[in-house]
């Protein structure tokens, strides 16, 4: 890139596993999802934004939903702790291999 062009990078994702013991569950259109990974953003002003993804209780080839993530003082330090982990890896990095 060159010194007038303006890389812009509009948000940073990670994928977080959700310990079984913080899982819940929730519902869409009559049906109960189980909540078991997290995608956490970073946006460019710092802030985190977080949804939850989760598959049909009963089984089958369910789509994998997004939910609002509960606000549970152990989410959200799941989600620092996650974010905290992501930042050291992204410091890091060895660039392309």
Known sequence: MGEDEKLVVSAMAINVTVPEELRWTDTRRGQV???????????????LAAKAYGRPVE???????????????????????????????????????
């Open 33 to 47: 999802f189980r909540l078991d990974t997290l995608n956490v953003r970073m946006l460019p002003d710092g802030h």
């Open 59 to 97: 089984g089958g080839r369910g789509q994998y939903v997004s939910f609002a993530v509960p606000d549970r003082p152990e989410l959200v330090t799941l989600i620092s702790a996650a974010a905290d982990r992501a930042a050291e890896w992204w410091a890091g990095h060895r660039g392309l291999q």
